[in-house]
């Protein structure tokens, strides 16, 4: 079991144990969905940090990703179809050699969509969070 802990005021992300700090959010999660859900919640936040000046940003980065993660879970269901449409020349490049295996092998499940469902929420409404600005 893990879990994700989002601190408001320092912008942080722990998983594992629990530590002193102002929690806002507390999601328990099993480690079949934790990758999917803190892959989800990675991309968007790096991207908006990087990109993203304003709030109505965050939405469109968030679906982006979402759409991106769903097409690869979706693209492990439907293997056959997906794989005429990578290029022959991607056998002949580092880190892409392996894009039709990741399609042929790999699983498609429900609880992956579900979860990368979950990150895409739980980075939107960090990305919003965060993004408030705090007077001391």
Known sequence: MACFLIDAIGNSFFKGKVFEMNVFFYLPITSEIDARIQGAVEMAIITAGLIASKKSQFIIICLFWFLIDSVFEL???????????IPDWFASLPFLENTGDYFVRGTFSFSDIAAITIGTIVAYFVLIKT???RTL
């Not at 693209?75 to 449409?85: D, E, L, N, R």
Request: aromatic letters at 22%.
């Open 75 to 85: 693209g492990q269901k439907f293997s056959t179809m997906f794989i005429k449409f």
């Open 131 to 133: 993004s408030e600005r």
